[in-house]
């Protein structure tokens, strides 16, 4: 029987992983969307439009929240039993929670219920996330992969591409009803077409095999018994990740959700003018994802991550002035160069860099919660906490950009945080971890 070469495992496992991660992606970003720019006026309406915007926005930062539990959870599955069947049960939970978001009663239907209703669908959402980058990460790193930046570059790539797709849905069908039959039943049909895309995405995730660094642990019978007490034992990289993640997520949920309230409710933009700006950054960032990555395995990941978050910090301010011009063209730059600048670059290193710096026994469970729990800080909370400072300055955005950089700034301090592999977990270091796989800025 022929065995499959280790750079062409290391493709059919990036593709598989890749589009898996479009859909789950594409479900959590559409759920963004809607709570800018539809579930204020549907699940709260008796508030007025600064209340409605927070509340909603609360009930996206809860998907954050239990993004830490499901990356305990499918991490202590995918380090015990397998990367590839945690990886089914995190698509599979995502696609049934967006399902039933699509077929929700609203508040004018059920009344309270229909708010709490949606935040448990967006925690079970949230579970499944929480869950799915880390294995997803693992498939493009743990085959032998010589360019673990490069190819983990393409799981941000599809990262931008669900974010693409669920801009486009609105876009497309904002286009073609109007906003009253939107606000009525329309805004249900992009959440309902994602039970298409997650089954295509368990026909391609079912038919890889095990990875090979894991499935060689297996066999050995050496599954770590408790995986996450062991990440904890040794946790200044998951305090890193977490770091890292606070400064690199916090930019990016404000550029690319908290915009879209910001930019049509504060500015009077149009929601297409801004959807499409979202667009056009992404697919940027689609494109220069696997470049940034390849930069990541030429000149170390520390260094990309610092220069990145460097830059994200000093272009905060710029990024409001921009928008406020109201300029089609400056509004698209600014968020252009929000989302497929150091947002891109600091997302397209992390599946190399990140995996890098653990173990393969406890791996998936380290990166998975470091990194998710950074997320609720830096993300869940972003849109709210932008919303918030937005109202303390009466309309003005410049504490905001505040904020931005001095998360950005926080991220560096993960990255001088980062102790490399060898030193962290000398008894567990697995050969063949890529060019510069754990190394921090020295």
């Not at 970003?29 to 409605?52: C, M, R, V, W």
Request: charge should be positive.
């Amino acid at each position: 029987m022929r065995t499959e070469s280790s750079s062409h495992l290391t493709r059919r496992a990036t593709i598989a992983a890749s589009f898996g991660t479009v859909v789950e992606w594409y479900d959590f970003f559409l759920y963004g969307t809607a709570s800018a720019l539809i579930f204020p006026s549907l699940f709260f309406p008796s508030a007025n439009s600064l209340t409605g915007s927070l509340l909603s926005f609360a009930t996206f930062a809860t998907g954050f929240v239990a993004r830490p539990l499901g990356g305990a959870i499918f991490g202590h599955v995918g380090d015990r039993i397998g990367r590839k069947n945690a990886l089914v049960v995190t698509l599979l939970a995502m696609g049934l929670a967006t399902l039933a978001v699509g077929l929700l009663p609203t508040y004018g239907q059920i009344g309270a219920a229909a708010p709490i209703l949606l935040v448990v669908l967006r925690i079970v959402q949230g579970i499944g996330t929480g869950g799915e980058w880390g294995g997803a990460a693992l498939l493009t790193k743990e085959n032998g992969s010589t360019r673990p930046g490069f190819w983990g570059g393409f799981l941000s790539s599809a990262v931008f591409a669900g974010l693409i797709l669920a801009s486009v849905v609105y876009v497309v069908i904002g286009a073609l009803v109007s906003n009253d039959q939107l606000l009525s039943w329309a805004w249900r049909i992009p959440f309902l077409l994602s039970v298409v895309l997650v089954g295509l995405g368990l026909w391609m995730r079912k038919s890889l095999p095990e990875t090979r660094e894991f499935d060689r642990i297996k066999r050995a019978g050496e599954q770590e018994r408790a995986p996450l007490l062991r990440a904890f034992r040794k946790p200044r990289n998951m305090v890193a990740i977490f770091l890292m993640r606070v400064g690199q997520n916090a930019t990016f949920n404000i550029v690319s959700v908290f915009v879209l309230t910001y930019a049509t409710k504060q500015l009077g933009l149009g929601k297409s003018q801004i959807l499409w700006a979202t667009v056009i950054g992404a697919a940027v960032a689609c494109v220069l994802c696997p470049v940034y990555g390849h930069l990541g395995d030429r000149f170390g990941f520390g260094w990309v991550m610092v220069v990145s978050l460097l830059f994200q910090a000093a272009f905060a301010f710029p990024f409001f002035l921009l928008v406020d011009s109201k300029g089609v063209a400056p509004v698209i730059i600014a968020v252009t160069v929000g989302i497929a600048g150091a947002g891109a670059a600091t997302d397209a290193i992390q599946a190399g860099y990140f995996a890098g710096l653990f173990g393969t026994r406890s791996r998936y469970s380290a990166i998975s919660v470091g990194r998710e729990g950074g997320t609720v800080v830096g993300g869940g909370l972003a849109p709210l906490i932008a919303t918030a400072l937005l109202g303390w300055l009466h309309g003005s955005p410049w504490a905001i950009a505040g904020w931005m950089a001095l998360t950005s700034v926080i991220g560096v301090v993960g990255v001088l945080l980062v102790k490399p592999l060898r030193e962290a977990e000398p008894e567990d270091v697995v050969p063949s971890a890529g060019p510069r796989s754990g190394s921090a800025v020295s």
